[in-house]
């Protein structure tokens, strides 16, 4: 669905004031991509200007921008993981757009998510690598023991204030205590949801493998909070080496298994359904690779074992939910309706290849 996120000057104005009141909006440029209206701000404060980031839900979506708040605020203060600092949090207005919170930039550029194809091997080898040994990071939070949607049970009603950063906040919506169980609910939710698109006749394929691959999954499930979309657009990058630099857009988390969570990075990094057009480069393999290196240079290498011998149904699961997802991500990347059609067999064929 594609969402209005514009807002007035004079709106953001009021939004900013109602957080900090002494500080002027002197520039306010919207974000390219995303559901949410996100504006980069130039601020002139008491000390002096300085950059933020305004983040709000439209008013037809879901609210969820406040929970994200909160979760980066739970992040920045447990873990040194590069998150934006949260300046305030406004849960509720009589006419606002709300939630909205308004936090720090970070250094560092932000991309498209099929920009991939620019990035030289060796640009590629240092994403991958960072962000490893950020999930491995995030992987080491102790704040889930279930599986699900992440959110977070707010103890208080904010008008600007700063959140609270209790890792005790942190909470598992409908939470499933079976890891198998867990996938084979998705299974069926993927599998039944294909039927609406265009490979509605792979289910029929897809369902008993991954049903039996899901069986013969073992080792230690444990639960972490996974990232699961971490495409180029989801982070900042240092110009000159590649690393990342700052990780934005934590509205959708789950409390899934590491080896889960690095198998969809894995996809979503590596360009998601971009990667499936026919001449576009296929950097998959190299920021498997590398992302591993960076997990197992920061935490344990029984994770990476865990997920080379997953690796078949999660990787297979996250390119089915490219299937189920592929008219909105090729909209969101203004992809041309021949650029569409020819990564229908490609995607297609990957699928069949891990069945």
Known sequence: M?????ISHETITEMVQHIE????????????????????LDI???????????????????????????????????????????????????????????????????????DLTEFSETAVERLARSTGRHLAELHSLDA??????????????????????????????????????YLTAEVDRVVTGLDATRFGDLGATVRPVLEARIHALSGEFDSVIARIDQSLDNVLLDSETSAVTGLLDWEFCIAATPAYDLAF??????????KFVPEVPDHQATIRSAMLDG??????????EQFRE??????????????????????????????????????????????
């Open 144 to 181: 889930v023991d279930s599986y699900g949607f992440v959110g977070v049970d707010a103890d208080e009603t904010l008008s600007g204030e700063r959140p609270s950063a209790r890792v005790e906040q942190i909470v598992v919506q409908n939470p499933t205590h079976s890891w198998v169980d």
């Open 44 to 114: 002139e404060a008491e000390i002096g200007r300085r950059q933020c980031v305004l983040k709000a839900t439209p008013p037809e979506k879901s609210p969820t921008c406040d929970d994200e708040a909160r979760l980066l605020a739970i992040l920045d203060t447990h873990t040194s993981l590069p998150i934006p600092d949260v300046l305030g949090v406004v849960d509720e207005h009589e006419y606002l757009p709300t939630p909205f919170f308004l936090s720090s930039t970070l250094p560092g550029a932000n991309h498209n998510r099929i």
């Open 265 to 274: 990075v894995e996809h979503s990094l590596s360009g998601g359904n971009w």
């Open 295 to 304: 997990y197992s240079e920061a935490r344990s290498s029984r994770i990476v």
């Open 21 to 40: 009141p002494t500080w002027e909006v002197q520039k306010a440029t919207p974000a390219d991509d995303g559901h949410h209206i996100v504006y980069h």
């Open 310 to 355: 997953s690796r078949d149904c999660y990787a297979l699961l996250a390119n089915l939910h490219s299937m189920l997802n592929f008219e909105d991500w090729f909209d969101q990347v203004d992809a041309t309706d021949e650029q569409r059609r020819a990564a229908v067999d490609p995607l297609r064929k990957r699928v069949e290849s891990f069945c």
């Open 2 to 6: 594609i969402y209005d996120r514009t």
